[in-house]
């Protein structure tokens, strides 16, 4: 039964209620209920999505025109960081508002969750999910998980009333090793990636060439069959990760090619979702929130992404590897603008718990900051740092415009570690590509960012170690 349908039989039970028309009890149980309807916040969450790789951030050839529309009625944010530079510890940071290193849920050698992998998000960790559900959301996680595979570390045993989707990357699980020719032309049948539904796997190997089509039709009927209270969509989506798979209707229609043809069908999807929304007349009170995990797998070469003008990819905290195209929507309440100030994806945590009313922990230190002034009043950022981490270890921070590197390494496979001593420092602002070092010229400003880091450091507690845990 709609909300119309039970606030007219409410009202119609109450004395003296049938003086009034049907109309008009419809009219003001309508308008109370919208008013007083906590938002609704669908967080679409991509996999080595490039920070050039969406029309609106400056990509030539991939048509993204729904992302485009979102773009340009609500914020671009141009300086949006990722938690870290790959899959598990990316997830666990945007879930949970905190660096990935005090949850434990990152390693130096071991980056991510493996089908072998005994580890997973600690119950000790207050999800998004669970944060929302103590204001009465509803909430589901649909696409790829990588905070765990056993059943105590699933999305339905961290504050998720519903899953669907993969538990872990999709390229796990081959069935045997495959050449790069291969993988660059892959078969969905090459890799035994489990589909699960809640707790039950219902698909395996998942059929990868209708996945981002079935996550859409997913995030579609939730959204339809949650109209009685507020909901929290979490549609984290398995591509543009290797292996690349289009449905039938955009294989082979991207200028693109292959990479371009997975984008666009994302772009379709969050279209798709969009009317989905303004057809239930929501849209106004629903926050829509785009953005990704880390940046382009350039190992793949044309089957990854761009980083447009930023230098290096995934596995980098290079800015390549870290800074994600991000997009806030929120017609009537979001103004549109583009956004050049700091975020990261551990704000999302706290700024949804302000703008519905859930409890931001404070019995531990959470990194995400309250987005909702820059938001809704066009405010500045509250963020002024951001802490890059490599594994367990700080590479990298940025404070304003400034950018010391500790430690670099390219790439996700590449080039040996470096330790800069000094620091390299980067202007972000004039310099966005990292190409002119200039640290001989500001130790006053490398001083600043060492006290920074100092107190970043100072109350630091590493959580157990997580994704070095397997199983026997």
């Known amino acids: 039964m709609n909300r119309s349908n039970i606030s007219r039989r409410k009202f119609l039970n109450t004395a003296g209620g049938a003086t009034l028309s049907l109309a008009a009890a419809n009219f003001l149980s309508c308008s109370r209920d919208k008013s007083e309807q906590k938002p609704n916040i669908i967080l679409i969450f991509c996999d080595d999505l490039g920070y050039g790789d969406l029309g609106s951030y400056g990509h030539p050839t991939i048509r993204t025109p729904n992302l485009d529309r979102l773009a340009a009625e609500g914020q671009r944010w141009t300086n949006f960081y990722a938690a870290a530079s790959v899959c598990t510890p990316s997830r666990a940071g945007l879930l949970t508002g905190r660096y990935p290193i005090r949850s434990g849920m990152c390693d130096d050698n071991i980056r991510v969750l493996f089908p072998w992998s005994a580890g997973g998000i600690p119950e000790s960790e207050v999800t998004l999910a669970e944060a929302l559900k103590t204001e009465g959301y509803a909430t589901a996680c649909i696409g790829k998980w990588h905070l765990g595979h056993l059943p105590r570390y699933l999305p339905t045993n961290n504050g998720f009333d519903y899953y669907f989707g993969i538990p872990y990357s999709n390229d796990m699980d081959k069935v045997r090793n495959l050449s790069m020719a291969e993988q660059m032309d892959p078969k969905t049948e090459e890799f035994n990636v489990p589909l699960m539904r809640n707790e039950e796997i219902i698909e395996r190997p998942a059929d990868q060439n209708t996945i981002t089509e079935r996550y859409t039709e997913e995030s579609i009927a939730f959204i339809k069959n949650n109209g009685e209270k507020p909901f929290f969509l979490y549609l984290a989506h398995t591509m543009p990760h290797i292996p690349l798979f289009a449905s039938e209707d955009f294989k082979d229609k991207s200028l693109r090619g292959l990479y371009g043809d997975v984008v666009e069908e994302i772009d379709d999807g969050v279209g798709r979702i969009v009317e989905t929304l303004k057809e239930a007349g929501i849209e106004k009170n629903t926050l829509v929130i785009f953005t990704s995990d880390n940046g382009p797998w350039w190992t793949y070469m044309e089957q990854s992404g761009s980083a447009g003008l930023l230098r290096d990819g ?132 490398l001083a600043d960012l060492e006290r920074e880091l100092d107190k970043h450091q100072k109350d630091l507690v590493p959580g157990e170690n997580q994704l070095i845990k397997r199983i026997e």
């Open 314 to 445: 995934k596995g980098s905290t290079w800015d390549g590897g870290m800074r994600e195209p991000t997009i806030f929507w929120w017609p009537g309440r979001i103004r549109p603008r583009v956004v050049a100030d700091l975020g990261s994806t551990m704000d999302i945590y706290t700024t949804a718990c302000r703008l519905t009313g859930a409890t931001v922990p404070d019995d531990r230190i959470v990194d995400g900051m309250d987005l909702s002034p820059a938001l809704l009043e066009s405010a500045s950022s509250p963020r002024q740092v951001m802490i890059y981490y490599n594994g367990r270890r700080v590479f990298a921070i940025r404070k304003g415009p400034y950018k010391a590197h500790y430690f670099t390494k390219t790439e996700y496979i590449g080039q040996k570690e470096q330790k800069h001593d000094p620091p390299l420092l980067y202007n972000l602002n004039h310099d966005p590509s990292e190409k002119y070092d200039i640290a001989a010229q500001h130790p006053e400003i």
